[in-house]
């Protein structure tokens, strides 16, 4: 079995397709130290979250105040506070702390808030040696006066101040729920990415009968998941000229080869190294090698985007939005 | 000599940083005011700081000032440099080891932050009490006067002893100095280096004990030699003013700071001198200053080493001309001729005084912190001047009772005028005392300026007022006293307008600035009248702000503190304003910086805005308002209450005469009901229509400020108000009467635990609940007339109350209201719910903290009294020996009722058998039981009111003994687990009837979070900043093993009902029962509203099991241990990641937390198999005292 996985994504050439996505196996450094060892292309790190670091920073700075001053007894209540928690500080260690320990490449993740964090947070990443950075984009429009032209341009704003910052290759990670997700992803790459992960999953609450709470309910994916992204990156390939990646739902061989051959240059996974260890991705690679062996291919470059939808034989799959029965045609081309 | 350093700090830090340096060994134990010397140096050893030998000093927390002072004995017999931090009883436990280190000549400094003895009450303030019980010990002693004297002195000392080998107390004033933030002059490294000898401390290190030349110390001597032995130390003593003179003079040589032994300050040619020691001595040289301008002939003599007295330094000292001295003593040694220094000055007089020796009167001052101003000063020079001058004297109070207070005209000697003197009323929780603290720093190390910024706050822990009184100016300040006339003041809340003379300081001219919610056009109208009136009468200058408004457009939601210094500093000219703003901003980095930049800049946009805000009032020429302030108390009261308790509520407490105050520190109960701050701005609301009648919210209300009552529906009848809501009630027990669930507006704090507890939503709307919090003014007037209507509905009969129900308990009434405890605090229901339960019979003792600042600082209590005036009789002795204190209690009354039962059987005739069988029968625990014990006792006076015989009386005096009493032992962890466990070890040992309540914090609250033996694993807290390595220990585990002591372990929040039961089984159980009560705090740093869920998740995972032991269930074939949580659902870590006290770990030092964490979790699994083979154990406890039927 000697094909050649190698794949070039956002510019960075990967030994194979395979791209730890930013999660909770790529925070702890011995299981980044195992994805190296059992060979993952490339390691996003979790995200750094403006949002996350302004909390801790207000919180801590609150807890400071915390009853202080008000008591002749207790003038505070805690000893003096250290929190390296979520701080930048803390990420960028993390960066560089990452870097020394896999030899692949490392992409850095950032969730802003506002524009000023972006831009801030993305220049020290570069700083703190990042390969690559993934931008972890999404506004939950809730605002019915916010039309979605709005929404778009805050995304390709942001995408265009951050790729004035930095000189990494940038990666934009966004949700599905776009009117013309050609269009916008287009545009984005127009602001200055150089790649587009689909999809981030967004944390879909629930409600306890029990207690009628709303319930934070975070899942794991699983590989029906893989579909909607399928979708979109086979007709993307067939449009654009950026670097692709799926993310969510990718557990099998199968499932890799599927997004390879709709034309992802990377596939991102976490889910599946999280139910059954890091040492999976061994199996994936394997398995992908040998259905690739097994039918001859030679190389990933070789089946990448072989079934986007400008290459499948049958194009209209890809748009089909509803169950109606295929459309069969009764004539062909007269020629 | 080269330039030195400035800081702005307080005398505690001051003392801290040089202890700090020169010690190796530090032993702490909290106790205001100096915890903070031991916090500082707990904080400085964890974060690695080191001492100038290189090291970092071990600090270790003790279970109380007398292991801390075992701890130090050991520590320097060791060897090594040793050190400890205390004040007042602290002090007074060390002293049996003081004795022997001094018997030992050993060289040690203890820094001590002088606080009043407890006496007829505890005070927390300063005066000379605790070091002046020391004088007799064999201590050197040091005084300092100021800020700068703490950090000097402390290094002084330090060599001094190590030279004299006499150890030393250095003794700052309390509050005054050890609170008051200063610029002071640091003495660095080098300096401390190259001031103490390492000669000496090779030779101390020698004199330790070592098995490679071993010797005997601390031997039992007897007549024949203890006597010259005790003798041969003489010539050490006799040498240490000399050594202490070198001590200085070097220090001299290498700071420039000149001390001596003696300093005198004033007229060369003096007639009139006082001679005093402590922070009292910059107001009399500031009366000095002022009246040796006029050319009165008078100065001070300030004694700074008090042990040993050195007479011939201090005759030196003062001048030959002087002919009468007063003696300042800052503390009362009642039936002794005289107070300490007075004794010592009119001993050296008499028996060294060249010629006619001066004639000396002695007076006190300063008790409690009790202001001392120049004023006062010129009063007692006054006095010196008389011809027949009083001979014993006080000055600062009117004594009217022994009149021997001086009077004085406070007005007198003014404050100088270039100094800028200005004065902040804040809330604790507004942040102005930060910012204030702030601005002196800001001004002290960043300008050639001085500052000083000293602090008031009052006893209350939610709602406190803090009042910020901070001093400018071109010299290095003195003055040892509050402003008196403010050339600035700023309000920070605009409702204190309405409760507060806001403008009593106020000198005419002066700037006033206000945060208003109303602009400058429409300000004035909103004012009080008697605001308005002041302000044109004294023609301020009068600005306002909206600090709410700009704190919320820069991001900074109700933090507006930073705005108000903005505005200050522009409004005062201290600095020009754009070099203000500049300086301020580099503070706020300072403060802020290491936590992020949108900190940074939320502030920064409130400093830019603030300016912005800034308007000017145009003052009309006439006071027009319809608004009137609001009286301290309003409708009827005792006249205890009007005449003296409303004047401390008003703040004009000073202003009390002696015969004002009761003279054995006895108070009545029942009065914090009249102390209606109005401190919430949203009040809960009741949803009759929702309610389903549960009383959670009542049960869990800390200020009984919601309550449920049940009540004959007729009673409505009866001058309803429209607005009044009641619904029939739902229970079986009380047919025809109706419920209402009535918040009383102005006792409420607004925590919303009613709320968040409530069970009962809305089917349409699930966020709205049976209650429901909204803004407090538009409900306020109506709320306040319907809990006027509610409190006179009657009360039921409580023998027909469900009192195995927790709604059941919640209809009766609670005898502690209204407490001045935190907002949301998790003890008071606890005590609450023990009032309500046996409030009518019960005797509380209360160790010292919190519980006992909320329970008995004055002005106010809320033990209460009901309607018959019975209620909990309360005391607090001290916070090591409650236990003690409340067996002692029990022992009396046991007796008392004893000797009632013989005196019955004496009587047994006259009073009948049947009254006398029932009185001399064993009383029960029901309501029931109690009325007809009471009926009985009636029956038996009636019977007896006429009977002459004088045993008959007798009888009569103590037959409400024949009432079994209910005795309450009530503390903190702190006590229970430290400092009063072995008291309380014993007090379980004797098996008698007491009830302990330990409301466990697992922190020390009162003094402000610093670990006990209570503190759980992985949680940090001061003196365990790095995370707490070892487990908590198990006291209810350790009471158990005793056999026959009723244990339980509850939390009200997760399991309201078990709570219930385990009060009452304590109470009902005829020997020693302890209840260990999770109790949620503020020091947990949780949002206090939630506390609820965190009890839920404390229980559900495990750690925090519920269980009770029951001694009357140990018998043959019985399971006394009953555990009543079930197996832990969750894991720790859920519980603990909501908590500051554990996530500040995971945040700091992720690895030690998960390691912590791991064990921590480790720990609630083991004690969980073990309690749950608990529950399975049958056990016997033979002797226990009742078999349940």
């Given amino acids: ?276 260890g890091v040492g999976h991705v061994r199996e994936l690679l394997e398995g992908i090698s040998r259905w690739m062996a097994e039918r001859d291919y030679e190389s990933l470059e070789q089946m990448k985007g072989s079934l986007c939808q400008a290459n499948c034989p049958d194009p209209a799959a890809f748009e089909r939005a509803n169950y109606m029965k295929a459309l069969v045609n009764y004539a062909g081309i007269q020629v | 000599m080269m330039s030195r350093s400035f800081a702005t700090l307080d005398g505690n830090e001051a003392a801290a940083l040089v202890a700090h340096q020169l010690n190796e060994v530090i032993a702490i134990y909290p106790i205001t005011p100096a915890s903070p010397m031991g916090e500082f140096a707990d904080a400085w050893s964890q974060a690695g700081r080191r001492n100038i030998f290189g090291d970092v000093p071990q600090v270790i927390e003790m279970q109380s000032e007398a292991g801390a002072a075992g701890v130090c ?47 007829h009450a505890l005070s927390i303030f300063g005066d000379h009490s605790d070091a002046m019980a020391c004088r007799q010990t064999g201590w050197a002693m040091l005084f300092g006067s100021s800020v700068q004297e703490a950090h000097d002195f402390a290094a002084i000392a330090q060599a001094a002893t190590l030279q004299s080998r006499v150890p030393f107390l250095h003794c700052l004033d309390g509050f005054r100095t050890s609170h008051e933030v200063n610029k002071i002059e640091l003495l660095s490294a080098d300096d401390l280096r190259s001031f103490i000898d390492p000669a000496l401390i090779r030779a101390h290190r020698e004199r330790g004990l070592n098995p490679d030349r071993p010797v005997l110390r601390g031997t039992a001597q007897n007549p024949d030699v203890f006597f010259q032995a005790r003798e041969a130390c003489n010539p050490y003593y006799e040498a240490v003013p000399g050594i202490v003179r070198e001590v200085m003079q070097k220090f001299a040589a290498l700071t420039g700071r000149r001390y001596r032994l003696f300093e005198y300050y004033g007229a060369p040619d003096a007639e009139r001198v006082i001679v005093l020691m402590g922070s009292g001595l910059g107001a009399v040289q500031e009366a000095v200053d002022f009246l040796t301008a006029k050319g009165e002939r008078v100065g001070v003599l300030a004694v700074k080493l008090f042990r040993p007295f050195d007479v011939s330094t201090f005759l030196e000292a003062l001048p030959r001309t002087v002919r009468r001295i007063a003696v300042l003593d800052r503390c009362k040694e009642p039936g002794a001729l005289g107070e300490p220094l007075f004794l010592d000055v009119m001993a050296a007089l008499a028996e060294h005084w060249p010629g006619e020796i001066p004639r000396v009167i002695g007076g006190r001052y300063g008790l409690s912190s009790k202001e001392f101003t120049p004023s006062m000063v010129a009063a007692i020079y006054r006095e010196l001047a008389k011809e027949q001058p009083k001979k014993r004297f006080t000055v600062g109070i009117i004594d009217d009772v022994s009149g021997l207070s001086l009077d004085w005209d406070p007005d ?54 803090t009042v910020s009184h901070l001093r400018f100016g071109p010299r290095p300040i003195r003055s040892t006293y509050l402003i008196r006339r403010a050339s600035f003041v700023a309000c920070h809340q605009f ?59 820069a991001g900074l939601e109700g933090r507006f503190n930073t705005i108000m210094q903005t505005c200050f500093f522009a409004l005062s000219g201290v600095l020009p304003r754009e070099e203000a703003v500049r300086q301020i901003k580099e503070a706020i980095k300072k403060t802020y910086g290491k936590r992020g930049q949108a900190v940074l800049e939320k502030n920064f946009a409130a400093v830019d805005r603030a300016l912005e805000a800034l308007q000017e009032v145009s003052v009309p020429g006439n006071a027009t308002s319809k608004r009137r302030r609001v009286p301290i108390i309003s409708g009827p009261a005792p006249d205890f209450v009007e005449k003296v308790t409303a004047v401390m509520m008003a703040g004009k407490g000073d202003l009390l005469p002696v015969s004002a105050l009761p003279v054995d520190g006895t108070f009545p109960t029942g009065t914090a009901r009249f102390e209606k701050r109005s401190i919430a701005t949203e009040i809960p609301i009741w949803d009759a229509d929702l309610c389903i009648q549960c009383g959670l919210c ?50 409420c704090t607004g925590c919303r635990l009613c709320v968040e507890i409530c069970p009962a939503r809305s089917k349409e709307v699930v966020k709205h609940k049976a209650i429901n919090m909204e803004p407090k003014d538009p409900h306020l007037a109506r709320e306040r007339a319907n809990a006027e209507f509610f409190l006179k509905l009657p009360e039921l009969d409580r023998r027909a109350v469900k009192l195995e129900t927790v709604k059941g308990t919640q209809l009766l009434e609670p005898l502690f209201e209204a407490s001045g405890a935190c907002a949301g605090c998790g003890e008071t229901p606890y005590l609450k719910l023990m009032t309500q339960l046996f409030g009518d019979r019960m005797l509380v003792t209360n160790a010292t903290g919190c519980s006992s600042i909320y329970g008995g600082n004055l002005p106010t209590t809320p033990w209460s009294p009901n309607a018959e005036g019975r209620g909990p009789a309360w005391s607090n002795s001290l916070f090591e020996d409650n236990a003690e204190f409340g067996l002692g209690l029990r022992m009396a ?53 006429d009977v002459p015989e004088a045993e008959a009386q007798t009888l009569v005096a103590i037959a409400d003994h024949l009432v079994r009493r209910s005795v309450w032992i009530v503390g903190g962890d702190g006590w229970a687990y430290d400092i009063g466990f072995g008291g ?86 005829h020997g020693p029962s302890l209840l260990i009560c999770y109790s949620h705090c503020i020091a947990h740093g949780i949002d206090m509203s939630k506390a609820v869920d965190h009890q839920k998740d404390a229980v559900a995972t495990g750690y925090w099991p519920l269980f009770r032991y029951d001694p009357r269930h140990a018998h043959s074939g019985e ?45 609630i699994e083991a004690r969980w198999r073990y309690y749950e083979q608990l529950a399975g154990l049958e056990r016997q406890a033979p002797g226990t005292l009742e078999v349940v039927a």
């Fill in chain 2, 73 to 119: 004995h050991g520590s320097l017999q060791g060897g090594a440099l040793t050190t400890t931090f205390t004040a007042s009883q602290g002090l007074l436990l060390m002293i049996p080891n003081m004795y022997k280190i001094a018997g030992e000549l050993t060289a040690t400094v203890f820094h001590i932050a002088c606080r009043a003895v407890a006496t």
């Fill in chain 2, 412 to 465: 007198e000697i003014p404050e100088p005028a270039d100094v800028c003197r200005a004065v902040f009323y804040g809330l604790g929780s507004d942040g102005t005392v930060g910012a204030n603290k702030n601005s002196v720093k800001i001004i002290g190390e960043n300008t050639p300026l001085f500052a000083q910024g000293y602090f008031v706050y009052d006893s209350k822990k939610s709602g406190a007022m």
């Fill in chain 2, 698 to 747: 009542a049960f869990i209300c800390p200020h009984a400020a919601i309550r449920t009552k049940a009540y004959p529906a007729e009673a409505l009848n009866n001058g309803k108000p429209d607005s009044f809501v009641s619904r029939p009630w739902r229970g079986s027990e009380f047919p025809g009467h109706h419920m209402t669930v009535q918040v009383l507006p102005d006792d």
């Fill in chain 1, 1 to 276: 079995m000697s094909v050649d996985l190698t794949t070039n994504y956002l510019g960075l050439r990967l030994k194979n397709p395979l791209v730890a996505s930013a999660g909770p196996v790529t925070e702890h450094p011995e299981l980044l130290h195992e994805l190296d060892a059992v060979g993952i292309a490339a390691v996003v790190l979790p995200s750094l979250w403006e949002e996350q670091i302004e909390h801790y920073d207000w919180q801590l700075a609150q807890l400071e105040e915390y009853g202080a001053n008000s008591f002749p007894e207790a003038l505070n209540y805690f000893p003096p506070l250290v929190d390296r928690r979520g701080s930048p500080d803390d990420y960028l260690s993390r960066v560089m702390l990452a870097k020394q320990i896999v030899k692949v490449p490392v992409i850095a993740s950032l969730n802003g808030r506002t524009r000023g964090g972006w831009v801030r947070y993305a220049r020290m990443i570069q700083e703190a040696g990042a390969d690559a950075l993934e931008l972890n984009v999404y506004f939950l429009a809730t605002d019915p006066n916010q039309t979605s032209a709005e929404v778009e341009q805050q995304y390709l704003d942001l995408v265009a101040a951050v790729r004035a910052e930095v000189t990494i290759p940038l990666a934009v990670k966004i949700g599905p729920f776009f009117s013309s997700l050609p269009n916008f992803a287009k545009r984005l790459m127009e602001a200055g990415a150089d790649g587009l992960v689909f999809f981030n999953r967004f944390l879909q609450p629930d409600i306890d009968l029990n207690t009628l709470a709303v319930a934070a309910h975070a899942t794991l994916s699983d590989s029906r998941e893989l579909r909607l992204p399928l979708r979109w990156i086979a007709i993307l390939r067939s449009v654009l000229r950026c670097s692709l990646a799926a993310t969510s739902g990718v557990h099998t061989p199968a499932d890799v080869i599927k997004l390879i051959l709709a034309g992802a240059d990377a596939v991102q996974v976490m889910s599946v190294l999280m139910q059954r």
């Fill in chain 2, 1119 to 1163: 399971r006394p241990f009953r555990l009543d949580s079930g197996k832990p659902t969750k894991k720790f870590r859920d519980y603990a990641m909501k908590e500051a006290r554990f996530g500040m770990l995971a945040g700091a030092n992720p690895a030690q937390a998960d390691r912590l964490l791991e064990l921590a979790q480790a720990d």
């Fill in chain 2, 495 to 553: 409702h204190f307008l309405d409760r507060l003379d806001v403008l009593e300081l106020a000198e005419p001219g002066a700037t006033f600035l206000l945060n208003s919610p109303y602009p400058a056009s429409e300000v004035w109208d909103r004012l009080p009248v008697e605001i308005q009136q002041t302000i044109i009468d004294k023609r301020l200058k009068f600005y306002v702000v909206d600090g709410y408004r700009v704190a919320a457009e």
């Fill in chain 2, 893 to 945: 009354l046991d007796h008392l009722e004893e000797r009632a039962r013989q005196f019955v059987k004496r009587y047994a005739t006259l009073l009948g058998d049947s009254l006398t069988s029932a009185l001399l029968a064993p009383m029960g625990s029901s309501e029931a039981a109690v009325r007809e014990r009471r009926q009985q006792v009636a029956e038996l006076k009636r019977r007896l009111r």
């Fill in chain 2, 984 to 1069: 309380l070890d014993h007090v379980l040992s004797t098996g008698r009837d007491v009830n302990i309540v330990v409301l466990d914090t697992e922190v020390y609250s009162n003094t402000g979070g610093q670990a006990s033996k209570a503190t759980p694993r992985a949680a940090v807290a001061k003196f365990a900043a790095g995370g707490k390595a070892i487990g908590k220990k198990d006291l209810g585990m350790i009471a158990m093993a005793y056999g026959n002591v009723y244990v339980a372990q509850v939390a009200l929040g997760a399991n309201p009902l078990q709570t219930v039961k385990a009060f009452q089984e304590a109470e009902s159980y």
